[in-house]
């Protein structure tokens, strides 16, 4: 082999180990993104099932199927309003992350894993509070002077839920704001705690 073949050779070797350094710096991108978006869902989760979110649940949850069994002092009427805003807030930045992911989602893919992931996760809980921020709100209204003002606060878990049952992860019976009564698939409906 001549001069010439060997650089021909050198420079052919030269390509193909740049596109091979490409493609296993794309599968490397491809992997880390997927996990950063797996990450993004998890964290979104542990948002909704730890800490202040997780203490406002009990409260709001008690209100879903009890009652304050009492006239609240003013004091833990504020308590119970307080864990109201913070759990539908809460919802609002699961909707925010998931929205941001599925924007995120490759041309041409309607869903991918972390979407899916995320879905799963949070899916029960909003079928859960879709009665129970209803029964809750109501309830709060009429031991306070006047009506819980959510409307805003409650538009994202309102975009939340359509988007689940549209997935086919909640139940269409349910609605954003109101609790259909009697054909509320809620289980505080069959024990007839509402």
Do not use: N
């Not at 119970?80 to 998931?98: D, H, K, M, P, Q």
Request: glycine share 8%; aromatic share 8%.
């Amino acid at each position: 082999m001549g001069a010439e073949e060997w650089s021909a050779l050198a420079g052919v070797s030269s390509t193909v180990l740049a596109l091979v350094a490409v493609a296993v710096a794309l599968v490397a991108f491809r992997s880390e993104h997927q996990r950063a978006r797996f990450e993004g869902a998890r964290a979104l989760h542990h948002d909704l099932t730890t800490g202040e979110v997780a203490a406002a649940r009990k409260i709001v949850g008690s209100l879903h199927y009890g009652d304050f069994g009492f006239t609240p002092s003013p004091a833990d009427l504020s308590q119970a309003l307080t864990s109201y805003f913070t759990l539908l807030w809460c919802f609002e930045r699961i909707e925010a992350g998931r929205t941001s992911l599925v924007r995120g989602i490759a041309r041409g893919e309607r869903s991918d894993d972390a979407v899916e992931y995320l879905d799963d996760l949070v899916a029960w809980h909003v079928a859960e509070y879709a009665c129970g921020f209803a029964i809750a709100r109501r309830k709060l209204s009429e031991v306070s002077a006047e009506e819980v003002s959510d409307a805003d606060s409650a538009s994202g878990f309102g975009r939340l839920l359509l988007a689940l049952q549209e997935r086919g992860l909640v139940d269409r019976a349910y609605r954003a704001a109101t609790c259909p009564g009697a054909g509320c698939p809620c289980a505080c409906h069959h024990q007839g705690e509402c």
